[in-house]
């Protein structure tokens, strides 16, 4: 099953907390940086945002022509259980 936050996370990840964003900037991207960062640590956010997500699952098509809601307990292929 896919986690929302990793409980164990490895010695060189970062807390999306502690990232700092230049607030004189400019760009548009640190303004949306800034929102993340505040879904991220407010956990009334976070689990609102990922049950929103969460209904909106995406149909898929496999190769063999089957159609279906994507299975969220795996993710796309490739990617880390």
């Known amino acids: 099953m896919r986690h929302v936050i990793d409980p164990q996370r490895s010695f060189s990840a970062q807390n999306i907390s ?3 964003l230049d607030p004189k900037s400019r760009d548009d991207i640190p303004q949306v940086l800034y929102g993340l960062q505040d ?3 407010t956990p009334g ?3 609102r945002a990922f049950t929103l997500l969460a209904e909106v699952i995406p149909a898929t098509s496999t190769r063999d022509g089957r159609e279906g809601p994507a299975d969220a307990s795996t993710g796309r292929p490739g ?3």
């Open 45 to 47: 956010l976070r689990e």
């Open 39 to 41: 879904i991220y640590t």
């Open 79 to 81: 990617m880390e259980p």
């Open 18 to 20: 502690a990232i700092e």
